[in-house]
């Protein structure tokens, strides 16, 4: 974990390339002070960052980012409200490059969708 303490998995189910994930973000981590004082917002670097580690766990493997595509942020994630988060990755390998697509929601509200190519490391 690249932000210590920042998120918790309460729930990973794999199916098939589909995996389902719950987490939950630690509203009290030292990021939110700075982004942004007394209004916290989760950075959506950090979601990157979150859902490139849960992938690196179900392909047990290390992981680079080669690209993104689709990468839409269509709701702001305040963790004082909203510290629970669904995220649904539909895992695929072709070729040695492994695509995700992601949707990640909280309550019923999309908040993030996003394409992902990696690249395993070493």
Same mark, same amino acid.
């Given at each position: 974990?690249?932000?210590?303490?920042?998120?918790?998995?309460?729930?990973?189910?794999?199916?098939?390339?589909?995996?389902?994930?719950?987490?939950?973000?630690?509203?009290?981590?030292?990021?939110?002070?700075?982004?942004?004082?007394?209004?916290?917002?989760?950075?959506?670097?950090?979601?990157?960052?979150?859902?490139?580690?849960?992938?690196?766990?179900?392909?047990?493997?290390?992981?680079?980012? $080669?690209?993104?595509?689709?990468? &839409?942020?269509?709701?702001?994630?305040?963790? #004082?409200?909203?510290?629970? *988060? @669904? /995220? +649904?990755?539909?895992?695929? $390998?072709?070729?040695?490059?492994? &695509?995700?697509?992601?949707?990640?929601?909280? #309550?019923?509200?999309?908040? *993030? @969708? /996003? +394409?992902?190519?990696?690249?395993?490391?070493?």
């Amino acid at each position: 974990m690249l932000l210590k303490d920042f998120y918790k998995i309460n729930e990973i189910d794999t199916v098939d390339e589909t995996t389902s994930v719950t987490i939950s973000i630690n509203q009290h981590h030292k990021i939110f002070k700075g982004h942004f004082p007394n209004n916290p917002v989760m950075p959506g670097v950090c979601m990157m960052q979150i859902i490139k580690e849960i992938t690196e766990g179900v392909v047990g493997a290390t992981l680079f980012m $080669e690209k993104c595509s689709n990468v &839409k942020f269509m709701a702001l994630i305040n963790p #004082d409200i909203n510290n629970v *988060l @669904k /995220l +649904v990755l539909h895992i695929s $390998e072709t070729d040695g490059i492994i &695509k995700v697509k992601n949707t990640t929601h909280f #309550d019923e509200t999309l908040a *993030l @969708k /996003l +394409v992902a190519y990696y690249k395993k490391v070493g």
